[in-house]
């Protein structure tokens, strides 16, 4: 399935634009950030899923992340900004040995961060690492 294309402009909050990917540069970092998810419902009326933006990892690789969700628009717009646990799904090549994590945060709604084509070819929060290697 293609990404969401779903775009926001974090609010003016100094400690989330630091943490904003790409805000290090001195030279106007843009403070956008794109959801991750794979398509999903966010009609403004009715149940609809959060979107959510990667935005910098916890203090381990395994430690919880720190993640933006939002909905809406405009004044219907609402949002927060919370750590959240990893996805414990993983994709196992057998081909190459290689173990895929899925980059999304636990419980996230459609499919798994390898499902998810992604148009613009800038995966920020892909994981590769190696799988188990063979005994011996
Ligand atoms: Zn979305
Ligand atoms: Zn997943």
């Known amino acids: 399935m293609l990404q969401c294309t ?16 790409g805000a290090d540069g001195s030279e106007d ?12 419902d966010s009609t403004p009326t009715g149940p609809h899923t959060e979107h959510a933006a990667y935005l910098r990892p916890g203090r381990t690789p395994d430690s919880p992340a720190l993640w933006f969700f939002w909905t809406g628009s405009g004044p ?6 919370v750590s959240a646990p990893w996805c414990p799904a993983v994709l196992r090549r057998l081909d190459s040995g290689l173990v895929r994590r899925c980059a999304l945060f636990d419980h996230h709604p459609v ?14 929060a892909e994981r590769l690492v190696s799988g188990d290697s063979p005994e011996g």
């Open 111 to 124: 499919s798994h961060s390898w499902d998810v084509a992604d148009p613009l070819g800038d995966l920020i």
């Open 76 to 81: 219907e717009r609402t949002q927060r900004a």
């Open 29 to 40: 970092p843009e403070p956008y950030v794109l959801c991750e998810l794979g398509e999903h």
């Open 6 to 21: 779903a775009v926001t402009l974090l609010p003016p909050d100094p400690v989330l634009r630091l943490t904003a990917p």
